[in-house]
């Protein structure tokens, strides 16, 4: 079976600067994996490309064994910062992807409904983005990637502006979401500790400009993980200590070409 994603020497480049060069990865069809690196290394980018929302400069990424060109229509975009329209409310914000998609009446509000209960919004459906929590606007977020039914879901740093404890209660949701629905998750973040967390697979990008992937790791922690508790496990921090020696030069490096 083809992956689900497949990055075959994939670069960007902008006037005067490579973003970055040579990305060659495999992303099998229900793997949860989280790409970490410094500031300005591109994951973002690749996210992009992934979606579709931009193009490679060079190399070619493939959806199942199809070569993207195009949006990639069988992905869902989780952003960092909420897509919710401000003039419509939870029931409507959610079940927006289902109209886009055609997918009106009795069957879609039906469909909206229960996501809105599956995220914890009971009480919420004629509440507007204004009228919510940070944590609150996050689960409608999830519940409009998720409603649409995608093969794969994007995610660009979704909890980063949340306080810790949110942050944890929306990993955990998410996990939910992800375990048993063979969906294909790609989290980028710069948080190791989140992407240890909730991955299968963590990849490491290089600093930029060019950068490329240093390292590939395979998180063997078992499942279901208790979020709350797994930074004591030995085997939690045996994985940080491997993935931060390759992760903490890169740093270094991103952080000196910053200053000069």
Request: proline letters at 5%.
């Amino acid at each position: 079976m083809a992956p689900a994603i497949a990055l075959r020497g994939v670069a960007k480049r902008f006037p005067g600067y490579t973003a970055l060069e040579d990305i060659t990865l495999d992303i099998p069809a229900g793997r949860f994996l989280s790409i970490v690196g410094p500031s300005g290394c591109g994951k973002s980018t690749l996210l992009n490309m992934t979606a579709g929302l931009s193009r490679p400069s060079e190399g070619a990424i493939e959806i199942f064994g199809e070569e993207l060109a195009g949006i990639n229509r069988r992905a869902s975009y989780m952003f960092q910062q909420e897509a919710l329209l401000p003039w419509k409310t939870v029931r409507e914000n959610i079940q927006l992807g289902l109209t886009f998609r055609g997918r009106e009446g009795r069957a879609a509000a039906e469909q909206a409904a229960a996501w809105i209960h599956r995220v914890g919004l009971d009480g919420f459906a004629a509440s507007y983005p204004y009228q919510l929590s940070g944590g609150m606007r996050k689960r409608v977020s999830m519940a409009q990637c998720w409603i649409v039914e995608p093969e794969m879901v994007l995610m660009d740093e979704p909890f980063a502006a949340l306080d810790v404890h949110t942050r944890l209660r929306m990993q955990s949701e998410i996990l939910a979401l992800w375990t048993g629905s063979g969906k294909t998750v790609v989290f980028v973040t710069h948080d190791l500790e989140e992407a240890i967390s909730l991955s299968d697979e963590v990849v490491v990008l290089s600093a930029g400009p060019a950068s490329g992937m240093i390292g590939r790791y395979a998180v063997d922690l078992p499942r279901p993980r208790p979020l709350i508790d797994i930074k004591t496990e030995p085997r939690f921090v045996e994985l940080y200590r491997a993935i931060w020696s390759d992760l903490r030069g890169e740093v270094l490096k991103s952080y000196e070409r910053n200053r000069a």
